[in-house]
Nanobody, 124 residues
Framework: QVQLVESGGGLVETGGSLRLSCAAS????????MGWFRQAPGKAREFVAA????????PYADSVKGRFSISRDNAKNSIYLQMNSLKPEDTAVYYC?????????????????WGQGTQVTVSS
């Protein structure tokens, strides 16, 4: 049974930083893309960032470019999201996702596995 478990969320002030982690179990995702999505209250879930299996391709949403950085450690079957210069509009539940095939799409329907999410709250 595949599981994705996010951690690292919390409450931070505007301008602060957080590092999210996502640990996968049940199968190895080394060589396959993974990503981060988020859902704010009353809004649809949206793409944040993704990373190819090799780590060489890392698309970002325009709203987080230059502030967020995605990375992976294939030996640990994990990905990370370093979030800097956080803004109140970054407040959301952040979800980790993984695919069974290559390619790093931005739409959630393309991802096969999902975590339960971790709450990030940025106070103004």
């Amino acid at each position: 049974q595949v599981q994705l478990v996010e951690s690292g969320g919390g409450l931070v002030e505007t301008g602060g930083s957080l590092r999210l982690s996502c640990a996968a179990s049940g199968r190895t995702f080394s060589g396959y893309p993974m990503g981060w999505f988020r859902q704010a209250p009353g809004k649809a879930r949206e793409f944040v960032a993704a990373i190819s299996g090799s780590g060489g391709t890392t698309p970002y949403a325009d709203s987080v470019k230059g502030r967020f950085s995605i990375s992976r450690d294939n030996a640990k079957n994990s990905i990370y999201l370093q979030m800097n210069s956080l803004k109140p509009e970054d407040t959301a539940v952040y979800y980790c996702a993984a695919r069974k095939v290559v390619g790093v799409p931005h739409w959630e329907a393309a991802y096969d596995y999902w975590g339960q999410g971790t709450q990030v709250t940025v106070s103004s």
